[in-house]
């Protein structure tokens, strides 16, 4: 429902499950795309990524989804969830698809004053080995963790392995300011979905009931028309652009974005890519995480830092996961996330797209 939660469990409609594992959570909030490339209802999907509802999706249903660069594509359509963070992007089956899309959906909108016109040429689909193998990955200290689950750490290990087939260097780096990421973003982005859901106050849009006055009217539709977990960042991000709190908790959290991003920017002058896992476990049951949010909200701590920055990432399976034929680690897919420049999606897709074609 509006694009939030970690699971497609609260949406309005019904759960969507993974076709992996029907026990189990698709990943959200783009769960229902990811599920339906997965399964094969679709060749491809779009989703919106405002924290990693792309990337962890595609991690949980063994697909592939790209985050562009912020302002790489427009969002004219899109329903507002939090403006200077959200980015569509495509949920395919391969890179080369995800590619494919990208290059068609990129570009300048005038309904979209955010988009920025870049060349990205003939990279995207024809990526150059020589130029590929010359690339740097950087591996963050900060994000292999002790928490990460084991078959998780297991899938890392073997995508390094095969990146370093292809005569790729890596090197170890450092993004100290990510410890403060998920915080930061559940400051920012509450509080503009505080701002754009305001909206939806049943006279302009959203449901409408009888009411006696003016009053009454908001304090039912402004209930009756959200989930739980909307009504929960509506009232979170209320509070912290409230009278007192604003310096305390917004203002704050924009300078502490800052400081992610300028660790990004230190650390793409020594790498060109960034490799990290895109979610600390595998798909979760469906129910194992509804009734704690700080839980639920922990199944992005590898993706926000990225949407903070306004960077491109990609999450590509480890392995192929074809329901009917799974071999994966303990039958679910776990996929591995390349960090890029900003508009330089050209040098993640390259990667993805030989990372494809090893055996």
Do not use: W
């Amino acid at each position: 429902e509006f694009a939030m939660g970690s699971s497609t469990e609260n949406s309005a409609f019904k759960i969507t499950r993974n076709p992996h594992d029907y026990s189990r959570v698709p990943g959200g909030s783009s769960g229902g795309s990811a599920a339906a490339v997965a399964a094969h209802f679709a060749v491809a999907a779009l989703g919106s990524d405002t924290g990693g509802s792309i990337r962890q999706p595609a991690d949980f249903c063994g697909v592939v989804g790209l985050k562009p660069t912020y302002g790489a594509v427009s969002r004219h359509g899109l329903i507002a969830m939090a403006s200077s963070l959200d980015q569509i992007g495509p949920i395919v089956k391969t890179v080369e698809d995800a590619a494919l899309l990208f290059k068609i959906i990129n570009g300048v909108d005038d309904y979209d004053s955010t988009t920025v016109a870049a060349d990205y040429g003939d990279e995207l689909l024809n990526p150059q080995f020589e130029k590929i193998k010359k690339l740097k990955i950087g591996l963050p200290e900060e994000y292999f963790i002790s928490g990460l689950a084991p078959e998780v750490s297991k899938a890392m290990e073997k995508a390094i392995v095969s990146l370093k087939s292809l005569g790729i260097e890596f090197k170890e780096i450092s993004l100290p300011n990510t410890k403060y990421a998920l915080s930061c973003y559940y400051i920012i982005m509450p509080a503009e979905v505080s701002a754009n859901l305001a909206r939806f106050d049943g006279i302009r849009y959203g449901n409408r009931s009888e009411a006696k006055n003016l009053l009454e009217l908001y304090k039912e539709n402004r209930g009756m028309g959200f989930g739980q977990e909307v009504q929960r960042r509506i009232i979170l991000g209320t509070f912290v652009l409230s009278a007192g709190y604003y310096d305390a908790y917004y203002s704050k959290a924009q300078k502490v974005r800052r400081l992610i991003k300028e660790d990004f920017d230190r650390a793409f002058q020594k790498v060109d890519v960034i490799l990290t896992p895109v979610a600390p476990t595998p798909a979760f049951k469906i129910g194992e995480k509804a009734s704690d949010p700080l839980a639920m909200y922990l199944s992005d701590i590898f993706t926000i830092p990225v949407n903070l920055a306004g960077l491109p990432a990609i999450s590509i399976p480890v392995e192929k996961c074809q329901m009917s034929n799974v071999k994966c680690q303990n039958g679910l897919p776990i996929g591995f996330q390349l960090i890029g420049k900003h508009f330089r999606e050209a040098d993640i897709l390259g990667i993805g797209q030989y990372y494809e074609k090893l055996d």
